[in-house]
């Protein structure tokens, strides 16, 4: 076994042990390795922020993807487009990071890829910037990176009820 399959092989494991197995039925285990994937490449860490990985983005995501009130559209944009990604770059997952990076911007050149990304970075953007309680934005790591204030009160509960 190559070092990147094992290394894929490894990641497959640890991500199922994350999800839990009603969405593992209804969306292939690819699509959320995939996400979170380009995501690390649309959201590096750099000197002063923290990358998709650390501010945790596709817990985010899974959080939100969940929720009924998500928006179906985004939903399948997101999850077909990262099956659609795959099916046109393969080896993605097994790349370097170069390989990875160039395979995104080949992506992007088409208008439904370029669709796909702009709503990765949407959601990575509100994964990194929103309140922790929904997934994202672990120990507030984006904020501290921002030196952002949070408003006061902040939220309790992730949804609000309906009265």
């Given at each position: 076994?190559?070092?990147?399959?094992?290394?894929?092989?490894?990641?497959?494991?640890?991500?199922?042990?994350?999800?839990?197995?009603?969405?593992?039925?209804?969306?292939?285990?690819?699509?959320?390795?995939?996400?979170?994937?380009?995501?690390?490449?649309?959201?590096?860490?750099?000197?002063?922020?923290?990358?998709?990985?650390e501010?945790?983005?596709?817990?985010?995501?899974?959080?939100?993807?969940s929720?009924?009130?998500?928006?179906?559209?985004?939903?399948?944009?997101?999850?077909?487009?990262?099956?659609?990604?795959?099916?046109?770059?393969?080896?993605?997952?097994?790349?370097?990071?170069?390989?990875?990076?160039?395979?995104?911007?080949r992506?992007?050149?088409?208008?439904?890829?370029?669709?796909?990304?702009?709503i990765?970075?949407?959601?990575?953007?509100?994964a990194?910037?929103?309140?922790?309680?929904?997934?994202?934005?672990?120990?507030?790591?984006?904020?501290?990176?921002?030196?952002?204030?949070?408003?006061?009160?902040?939220?309790?509960?992730?949804?609000?009820?309906?009265?």
């Amino acid at each position: 076994m190559k070092r990147r399959e094992f290394i894929l092989s490894t990641a497959l494991i640890s991500l199922s042990k994350t999800l839990n197995s009603k969405e593992l039925e209804q969306y292939d285990i690819n699509s959320w390795l995939i996400l979170e994937e380009v995501l690390e490449i649309l959201f590096p860490k750099t000197n002063t922020m923290p990358s998709s990985k650390e501010f945790l983005a596709i817990k985010y995501l899974k959080e939100v993807t969940s929720h009924y009130s998500f928006d179906k559209e985004d939903k399948k944009l997101l999850f077909q487009g990262s099956l659609d990604f795959y099916d046109a770059f393969p080896k993605f997952l097994v790349s370097n990071k170069k390989e990875k990076e160039d395979f995104v911007k080949r992506a992007n050149r088409s208008s439904y890829g370029q669709e796909w990304i702009n709503i990765l970075i949407y959601y990575g953007i509100e994964a990194m910037l929103s309140d922790p309680i929904y997934g994202g934005n672990k120990d507030e790591i984006a904020w501290k990176s921002l030196n952002h204030e949070t408003g006061k009160p902040q939220p309790k509960q992730k949804y609000a009820k309906v009265i």
